[in-house]
Structure formats: C-alpha cells, structure tokens
C-alpha cells in the first residue's frame, strides 16, 4: 500500500507562485511514475503534470510554461512548482502515483490540497 500526503496550497494573488509537495510512504518504488491533477468545482478532473521514472515529463496545455514538476526518490517526494498563477489554476490539486505496468492494481491518491488564486 502507499499512501500519498500533499502540502503547499493556500491562497494566491494573480501573477504569483506556489509550491506543492507530496511524501509518499509504504510500498513505493522509483518505477512508479508520479504526476499532479486538479479538480476545479463543475469540471472535471484533469492532469497537469506528470514525470517517469526516468525524468521524462508532460504537462496540460494550460500549464506549460509556467509550471514544473520535479521529484526526489531518496525522498518519496513529487513538486509541483507553480509560477504566473491565474485565477483558471484554481482547484484542488491531487498527488498520483502509479506502477507504469500494472497501473490497475498499483494507482494511488493523496487527498488533496487545495490551491486559490484570488486577488
């Protein structure tokens, strides 16, 4: 089992940046491929960053540029670095880790944090 544990949201002016972590702990390894969603309230879940094992990283069109994703595995630990946040960034942001070959049986989920972008 993993489990995953965001930090970092909070409210933000228009223009400004944020950065979220997410610690994984329990039966985690490198191979596992991590990436960050979000959810704004009426929309769907969407994905807006994600990063393989091996660095290879993608992002949603209405971030790239301006956000990237990094991550440690010494640490279990996945970063979302947010910059020229708009008010559509709003939303709940979710950790994801998952095994690239057996996804179905190995897809976890922190629980979110939630991100504002509010002048």
């Known amino acids: 089992q993993v489990r995953l544990v965001e930090s970092g949201g909070g409210t933000v002016q228009p223009g400004g940046f944020l950065r979220l972590s997410c610690v994984a702990s329990g039966n985690i390894e490198p191979i596992y491929t991590m990436a960050w969603h979000r959810q704004a309230p009426g929309k769907a879940r969407e994905l807006v960053a994600s990063?393989?094992?091996?660095?290879?990283?993608n992002y949603g069109d209405s971030v790239k540029g301006r956000f990237t994703v990094s991550r440690d595995n010494d640490e279990k630990s996945v970063y979302l670095q947010m910059t020229s946040l708009v008010h559509e960034d709003s939303a709940v942001y979710y950790c994801n880790a998952f095994h690239p070959h057996f996804r179905r049986e190995k897809d976890y989920w922190g629980q979110g944090t939630q991100v504002t972008v509010s002048s």
């Open positions: 990063i393989t094992s091996a660095d290879r990283t």
